[in-house]
Protein backbone atom coordinates (compact mmCIF):
# COMPACT_ATOMS: atom_id res chain seq x y z
CA UNK A 1 0.00 0.00 0.00
CA UNK A 2 0.93 3.74 -0.47
CA UNK A 3 0.75 6.42 2.32
CA UNK A 4 -0.38 9.76 1.07
CA UNK A 5 -0.10 13.51 2.31
CA UNK A 6 -1.00 16.48 1.72
CA UNK A 7 -0.45 20.17 2.49
CA UNK A 8 -2.36 22.19 3.52
CA UNK A 9 -5.32 19.97 4.14
CA UNK A 10 -7.69 23.16 3.67
CA UNK A 11 -6.95 26.95 2.39
CA UNK A 12 -9.49 29.82 2.38
CA UNK A 13 -7.10 32.09 -0.46
CA UNK A 14 -8.23 35.52 -2.00
CA UNK A 15 -9.33 35.37 -5.61
CA UNK A 16 -6.30 36.37 -8.39
CA UNK A 17 -3.88 34.82 -5.76
CA UNK A 18 -2.09 31.35 -6.58
CA UNK A 19 -1.76 28.02 -3.96
CA UNK A 20 0.10 25.63 -4.12
CA UNK A 21 -0.79 21.98 -2.94
CA UNK A 22 2.12 19.36 -1.83
CA UNK A 23 1.36 15.68 -2.30
CA UNK A 24 3.99 13.30 -0.47
CA UNK A 25 4.25 9.62 -0.77
CA UNK A 26 5.67 7.10 1.49
CA UNK A 27 7.18 4.48 -1.22
CA UNK A 28 8.70 5.20 -4.71
CA UNK A 29 5.66 5.33 -7.15
CA UNK A 30 5.38 5.45 -10.97
CA UNK A 31 2.08 7.33 -11.66
CA UNK A 32 1.22 10.42 -10.03
CA UNK A 33 -1.84 11.84 -10.40
CA UNK A 34 -3.96 15.33 -9.79
CA UNK A 35 -7.59 15.71 -9.76
CA UNK A 36 -10.06 17.60 -8.39
CA UNK A 37 -14.09 17.09 -6.89
CA UNK A 38 -16.24 20.22 -7.18
CA UNK A 39 -19.06 20.21 -4.62
CA UNK A 40 -21.40 17.49 -4.78
CA UNK A 41 -19.52 16.33 -8.04
CA UNK A 42 -17.65 13.32 -8.90
CA UNK A 43 -13.76 13.27 -8.94
CA UNK A 44 -12.17 15.03 -12.44
CA UNK A 45 -8.73 14.06 -13.61
CA UNK A 46 -6.61 17.35 -14.11
CA UNK A 47 -3.55 15.52 -15.28
CA UNK A 48 -0.81 12.91 -14.94
CA UNK A 49 2.37 14.13 -13.34
CA UNK A 50 5.94 12.99 -14.86
CA UNK A 51 8.87 12.59 -13.82
CA UNK A 52 11.23 14.83 -14.60
CA UNK A 53 9.43 16.28 -17.21
CA UNK A 54 6.12 18.12 -18.12
CA UNK A 55 2.90 16.94 -17.24
CA UNK A 56 0.46 15.88 -18.81
CA UNK A 57 -2.54 17.58 -18.79
CA UNK A 58 -6.78 16.28 -19.69
CA UNK A 59 -8.66 18.43 -21.77
CA UNK A 60 -9.91 21.85 -20.52
CA UNK A 61 -7.12 21.96 -18.25
CA UNK A 62 -3.71 23.95 -18.92
CA UNK A 63 -0.62 24.29 -17.58
CA UNK A 64 -0.97 27.96 -17.01
CA UNK A 65 -3.17 27.19 -14.41
CA UNK A 66 -2.33 24.14 -13.45
CA UNK A 67 1.64 24.31 -13.31
CA UNK A 68 2.31 20.88 -11.96
CA UNK A 69 6.23 20.01 -10.79
CA UNK A 70 7.45 16.01 -9.84
CA UNK A 71 10.99 16.32 -9.20
CA UNK A 72 11.52 12.31 -7.49
CA UNK A 73 8.95 9.39 -7.41
CA UNK A 74 7.67 10.62 -4.53
CA UNK A 75 6.88 13.95 -4.37
CA UNK A 76 4.69 16.41 -6.55
CA UNK A 77 3.08 19.86 -6.28
CA UNK A 78 0.14 21.13 -8.11
CA UNK A 79 -0.64 25.06 -8.00
CA UNK A 80 -3.66 26.32 -8.61
CA UNK A 81 -2.58 30.03 -10.48
CA UNK A 82 -4.67 33.44 -10.30
CA UNK A 83 -7.82 31.69 -8.62
CA UNK A 84 -11.39 32.41 -8.94
CA UNK A 85 -14.51 31.35 -6.63
CA UNK A 86 -14.52 28.71 -9.55
CA UNK A 87 -11.66 27.08 -8.04
CA UNK A 88 -12.92 25.99 -5.03
CA UNK A 89 -13.12 22.53 -4.84
CA UNK A 90 -11.43 19.80 -3.72
CA UNK A 91 -7.74 18.49 -4.73
CA UNK A 92 -6.71 15.22 -4.58
CA UNK A 93 -3.26 13.58 -5.26
CA UNK A 94 -3.48 9.71 -6.63
CA UNK A 95 -0.43 7.34 -6.60
CA UNK A 96 -0.20 3.72 -8.38
CA UNK A 97 2.80 1.85 -8.57
CA UNK A 98 3.62 0.19 -11.94
CA UNK A 99 2.55 -3.25 -10.89
CA UNK A 100 0.11 -2.65 -8.84
CA UNK A 101 -3.58 -2.36 -10.23
CA UNK A 102 -5.09 -0.41 -7.28
CA UNK A 103 -4.79 3.30 -7.53
CA UNK A 104 -4.77 5.37 -3.73
CA UNK A 105 -5.70 8.46 -3.43
CA UNK A 106 -4.73 10.99 -0.51
CA UNK A 107 -6.66 12.87 2.11
CA UNK A 108 -7.34 15.64 -0.21
CA UNK A 109 -6.88 19.57 0.00
CA UNK A 110 -10.00 21.79 0.57
CA UNK A 111 -9.98 24.86 -1.14
CA UNK A 112 -12.09 27.79 -0.99
CA UNK A 113 -11.55 31.10 -2.80
CA UNK A 114 -13.26 34.11 -1.88
CA UNK B 1 -13.74 6.04 -23.24
CA UNK B 2 -16.26 3.34 -22.44
CA UNK B 3 -18.99 4.81 -20.16
CA UNK B 4 -20.69 3.29 -16.83
CA UNK B 5 -23.90 3.67 -16.02
CA UNK B 6 -24.82 3.14 -12.30
CA UNK B 7 -27.93 4.06 -10.24
CA UNK B 8 -27.75 7.32 -8.82
CA UNK B 9 -28.62 5.88 -5.13
CA UNK B 10 -29.36 3.15 -3.61
CA UNK B 11 -30.49 1.87 -0.17
CA UNK B 12 -29.94 -1.23 2.24
CA UNK B 13 -29.96 -2.11 5.72
CA UNK B 14 -27.41 -3.65 8.00
CA UNK B 15 -25.91 -6.69 7.72
CA UNK B 16 -27.91 -7.53 4.73
CA UNK B 17 -26.35 -7.93 1.35
CA UNK B 18 -25.80 -5.46 -1.27
CA UNK B 19 -25.68 -5.75 -5.07
CA UNK B 20 -24.63 -2.57 -6.52
CA UNK B 21 -25.47 -2.86 -10.48
CA UNK B 22 -23.12 -1.19 -13.02
CA UNK B 23 -23.90 -1.17 -16.87
CA UNK B 24 -20.83 -1.27 -19.87
CA UNK B 25 -22.42 -2.08 -23.06
CA UNK B 26 -19.35 -0.06 -24.97
CA UNK B 27 -16.50 -1.85 -22.91
CA UNK B 28 -13.73 -3.14 -24.96
CA UNK B 29 -11.95 -7.04 -24.68
CA UNK B 30 -9.35 -5.62 -23.41
CA UNK B 31 -11.15 -3.35 -20.66
CA UNK B 32 -10.47 -4.23 -16.56
CA UNK B 33 -13.46 -3.11 -14.27
CA UNK B 34 -13.06 -1.63 -11.29
CA UNK B 35 -14.67 -0.70 -8.13
CA UNK B 36 -13.72 2.24 -5.44
CA UNK B 37 -15.69 4.09 -3.25
CA UNK B 38 -15.81 6.81 -1.45
CA UNK B 39 -16.00 7.37 2.15
CA UNK B 40 -17.72 10.87 3.40
CA UNK B 41 -14.90 13.77 3.65
CA UNK B 42 -12.25 10.73 2.57
CA UNK B 43 -10.27 9.75 -0.79
CA UNK B 44 -11.42 7.13 -2.51
CA UNK B 45 -10.36 3.50 -1.90
CA UNK B 46 -9.78 0.38 -3.73
CA UNK B 47 -12.42 -2.38 -3.57
CA UNK B 48 -11.68 -4.86 -6.30
CA UNK B 49 -11.29 -4.86 -10.21
CA UNK B 50 -11.71 -8.07 -12.76
CA UNK B 51 -11.09 -9.05 -16.28
CA UNK B 52 -13.89 -11.68 -16.81
CA UNK B 53 -14.13 -13.83 -14.19
CA UNK B 54 -15.74 -13.87 -11.05
CA UNK B 55 -13.01 -11.68 -8.35
CA UNK B 56 -13.60 -12.03 -4.46
CA UNK B 57 -11.85 -10.43 -1.68
CA UNK B 58 -12.01 -9.39 1.89
CA UNK B 59 -13.98 -6.26 1.10
CA UNK B 60 -16.59 -7.82 -1.99
CA UNK B 61 -17.43 -9.89 -4.59
CA UNK B 62 -17.38 -8.50 -7.95
CA UNK B 63 -19.52 -10.60 -10.52
CA UNK B 64 -19.25 -10.19 -14.06
CA UNK B 65 -21.70 -11.03 -17.15
CA UNK B 66 -20.06 -13.60 -19.41
CA UNK B 67 -21.05 -11.20 -22.42
CA UNK B 68 -19.05 -8.35 -19.86
CA UNK B 69 -21.63 -5.64 -20.46
CA UNK B 70 -22.22 -5.46 -17.31
CA UNK B 71 -21.11 -6.15 -13.67
CA UNK B 72 -22.49 -6.25 -10.21
CA UNK B 73 -20.31 -5.72 -6.78
CA UNK B 74 -21.61 -7.22 -4.04
CA UNK B 75 -21.12 -6.69 -0.36
CA UNK B 76 -22.24 -9.84 1.31
CA UNK B 77 -23.22 -7.81 4.93
CA UNK B 78 -23.52 -4.12 4.77
CA UNK B 79 -22.24 -2.33 7.44
CA UNK B 80 -22.75 1.52 8.39
CA UNK B 81 -18.95 1.60 7.30
CA UNK B 82 -20.03 0.79 4.03
CA UNK B 83 -21.91 4.05 3.09
CA UNK B 84 -20.08 5.58 0.58
CA UNK B 85 -20.53 6.51 -3.08
CA UNK B 86 -19.32 3.75 -5.50
CA UNK B 87 -17.59 4.29 -8.57
CA UNK B 88 -17.72 1.34 -11.09
CA UNK B 89 -14.83 2.18 -13.64
CA UNK B 90 -13.70 0.81 -16.98
CA UNK B 91 -9.69 1.02 -16.83
CA UNK B 92 -8.86 3.16 -19.46
CA UNK B 93 -5.54 1.59 -21.17
CA UNK B 94 -4.09 4.90 -22.97
CA UNK B 95 -0.46 4.01 -24.13
CA UNK B 96 -0.98 -0.11 -23.22
CA UNK B 97 0.53 -1.31 -20.33
CA UNK B 98 0.46 0.05 -16.79
CA UNK B 99 -0.13 3.68 -18.03
CA UNK B 100 -3.59 3.78 -18.02
CA UNK B 101 -5.95 6.52 -16.00
CA UNK B 102 -8.84 5.98 -14.67
CA UNK B 103 -12.30 8.06 -15.30
CA UNK B 104 -14.87 8.43 -12.61
CA UNK B 105 -18.68 8.68 -13.53
CA UNK B 106 -21.13 9.87 -10.71
CA UNK B 107 -21.53 6.95 -8.82
CA UNK B 108 -24.22 5.01 -6.62
CA UNK B 109 -24.64 6.55 -3.28
CA UNK B 110 -25.00 3.98 -0.84
CA UNK B 111 -27.41 4.29 2.25
CA UNK B 112 -26.99 1.89 5.30
CA UNK B 113 -30.12 1.86 7.81
CA UNK B 114 -29.51 0.72 10.96
Known amino acids: SAVISQKPSRDICQRGTSLTIQCQVDSQVTMMFWYRQQPGQSLTLIAT?????????ESGFVIDKFPISRPNLTFSTLTVSNMSPEDSSIYLCSVRAQLYNEQFFGPGTRLTVL | DAKTTQPNSMESNEEEPVHLPCNHS???????IHWYRQLPSQGPEYVIH???SNVNNRMASLAIAEDRKSSTLILHRATLRDAAVYYCILRDQAGGGSNYKLTFGKGTLLTVNP
Open chain 2, 26 to 32: TISGTDY
Open chain 2, 50 to 52: GLT
Open chain 1, 49 to 57: ANQGSEATY
